[in-house]
C-alpha cells in the first residue's frame, strides 16, 4: 500500500483520477480501507462551482466525507480498534482544547479540520489515515452503505435535537432529498407523529410516504403553506394566524424553502435551518416571526451523534439501505457527481463503491 487512487478536483467539472502516495499514520491515527463514500450536496458544489461561501478550491482537492471502511493499520496509542475492524470514520475533528469542545458543541471548533473542505482532502481515495476518536466500528449487521450513510443520518439526528422534537410534536420537512429523509425518520423515531414532507419532486414525495411521512405536498403550485395549516389547524383548534407545525425543517437549501419553513411554524414554534441558501442575505419577515415568538435555529454539521445513529441502524428503527440508489466506481467519481447533480428525479443517494 505504498501507493492508492484518488479522485482528484482540479477545478470546475475537472476531476482526475490519478496515483499518489499512501499517507503514513500518527500514533493516535489509524490507516482505513475506504470501501464506500457517499455523494454529499458540498461534493456537488464545489465539482459544479469550485466554492461553497468562502470555502474556495483553489488548489487539488479530493472530494468525498461521508466514508467507512476497514482499518488496516494502528498507531502505537490506538485501543479503541484494531485491524480487520469495519468503521464509519466521522470526517471532522477538533483541536479539542478550546471552550466549543470543553463544552462538548465540538462542531463549533473554531479549528476543526473536515474532510472535502478546502483545503483539508476526503475521502476519494482507497485509504485514509483518521484519529482514532473519530472511528467508529460498525455491527456486522450494516452494510457498508449503511456505514457511509452514518454522516447525512448524524446531520438528521442533530437537526432533531436542534429543534426539540418531542413526543406527539407536528413537524414538516421541507426537502425530501437524502438529508430531509433522514431528518424526517429522525423526528418519527424522536416521537413525532404528524410527519409533513414537501418537495417539488414526486419520486422523492414517494419515498417520505414509505419511510413514514403522515402528510406529502408538491408544491410546485405553491400551495404546501396552506395544505400544512390545513393538517394541524385543528391539532390545537388555533386561529390561521397562529396555526403551523411544531417544528419545521429546511434542508433543501433554497430561498423559497427557508421562507416557507419560517412560516410554516406555530406561535412558539421553532425552525431549524439544515441546509443553506446560496445567498449568504435571505429576506424573512421578521416581523411575524417575532410577533409569533418563532426561534429560528441555525445548526452547523452535529456533535456526538455518531454512537446514536449506528444504535438506530443497527436496532432497525431508520431504513437507510433503500435510500442508496445508485453506485459508480473509484474511477468513475466525475460520472458519479453529474448525475447526483442532474437527476434528482430518479437518484438519492450516489455511492462511490472505492472497493467491491
Same mark, same amino acid.
Given at each position: 500500500m505504498d501507493t492508492m487512487l484518488c479522485a482528484v478536483l482540479y477545478g470546475v467539472r475537472d476531476v482526475r483520477v490519478e496515483r499518489f502516495a499512501a499517507p503514513n499514520i500518527q500514533p493516535d491515527e489509524v490507516l482505513v480501507h475506504v470501501t464506500r463514500v457517499g455523494v454529499c450536496g458540498s461534493d456537488v458544489h464545489y465539482y459544479t462551482e469550485g466554492r461553497i461561501g468562502d470555502f474556495v478550491v483553489d488548489s487539488p482537492l479530493v472530494l468525498g466525507h461521508e466514508a467507512a471502511g476497514v482499518v488496516v493499520e494502528v498507531g502505537s496509542q490506538v485501543e479503541r480498534v484494531q485491524p480487520g475492524d469495519r468503521v464509519a470514520i466521522e470526517p471532522g475533528y477538533p483541536c479539542r482544547k478550546c471552550f466549543y469542545c470543553k463544552a462538548g458543541r465540538y462542531n463549533l471548533c473554531p479549528d476543526v479540520t473536515?474532510?472535502?473542505?478546502?483545503?483539508?482532502?476526503?475521502?476519494?481515495?482507497?485509504?485514509?489515515?483518521?484519529?482514532?476518536?473519530?472511528?467508529?466500528?460498525?455491527?456486522?449487521?450494516?452494510t457498508d452503505d449503511e456505514g457511509a450513510m452514518m454522516e447525512p443520518l448524524?446531520?438528521?439526528?442533530? !437537526? /432533531?435535537?436542534? *429543534? =426539540? +422534537?418531542?413526543?406527539?410534536?407536528?413537524?414538516?420537512?421541507?426537502?425530501?432529498?437524502p438529508?430531509? @429523509?433522514?431528518?424526517?425518520?429522525?423526528?418519527?423515531?424522536?416521537?413525532?407523529?404528524?410527519?409533513?414532507?414537501?418537495?417539488?419532486?414526486?419520486?422523492?414525495?414517494?419515498?417520505?410516504?414509505?419511510?413514514?411521512?403522515?402528510?406529502?405536498?408538491?408544491?410546485?403550485n405553491g400551495t404546501a403553506l396552506r395544505q400544512i395549516r390545513q393538517v394541524v389547524g385543528p391539532l390545537r383548534g388555533l386561529p390561521e394566524r397562529y396555526r403551523g407545525v411544531d417544528v419545521a425543517f429546511e434542508t433543501a437549501g433554497s430561498l423559497i424553502t427557508?421562507?416557507?419553513?419560517?412560516? !410554516? /411554524?406555530?406561535? *412558539? =414554534? +421553532?425552525?431549524?435551518?439544515?441546509?443553506?441558501?446560496?445567498?449568504?442575505?435571505?429576506?424573512?419577515? @421578521?416581523?411575524?416571526?417575532?410577533?409569533?415568538e418563532v426561534d429560528i435555529r441555525g445548526m452547523f454539521r452535529y456533535a456526538n451523534r455518531y454512537p446514536p445513529?449506528?444504535?438506530?441502524?443497527?436496532?432497525?428503527?431508520v431504513d437507510l439501505a433503500s435510500l442508496v440508489t445508485h453506485h459508480f466506481p473509484l474511477a468513475e467519481v466525475e460520472e458519479a457527481l453529474v448525475f447526483a447533480s442532474e437527476h434528482k428525479g430518479e437518484a438519492l443517494k450516489v455511492m462511490v463503491d472505492v472497493a467491491p
Open positions: 473536515f474532510m472535502a473542505t478546502p483545503p483539508v482532502d476526503g475521502a476519494f481515495c482507497e485509504y485514509v489515515a483518521w484519529p482514532q476518536d473519530f472511528v467508529f466500528r460498525l455491527p456486522e449487521s450494516m448524524s446531520v438528521g439526528l442533530w !437537526a /432533531v435535537e436542534r *429543534g =426539540g +422534537v418531542r413526543p406527539g410534536d407536528a413537524v414538516a420537512v421541507f426537502g425530501s432529498g438529508i430531509g @429523509l433522514l431528518t424526517l425518520q429522525a423526528a418519527r423515531a424522536a416521537g413525532a407523529t404528524t410527519l409533513i414532507a414537501v418537495d417539488v419532486e414526486d419520486f422523492r414525495l414517494e419515498h417520505a410516504r414509505r419511510l413514514g411521512a403522515t402528510h406529502t405536498f408538491n408544491d410546485r427557508t421562507r416557507n419553513a419560517v412560516a !410554516a /411554524v406555530r406561535a *412558539g =414554534g +421553532v425552525a431549524v435551518l439544515v441546509g443553506l441558501p446560496p445567498q449568504s442575505m435571505v429576506e424573512l419577515d @421578521l416581523v411575524s416571526a417575532a410577533s409569533r445513529a449506528i444504535a438506530l441502524t443497527e436496532a432497525g428503527r
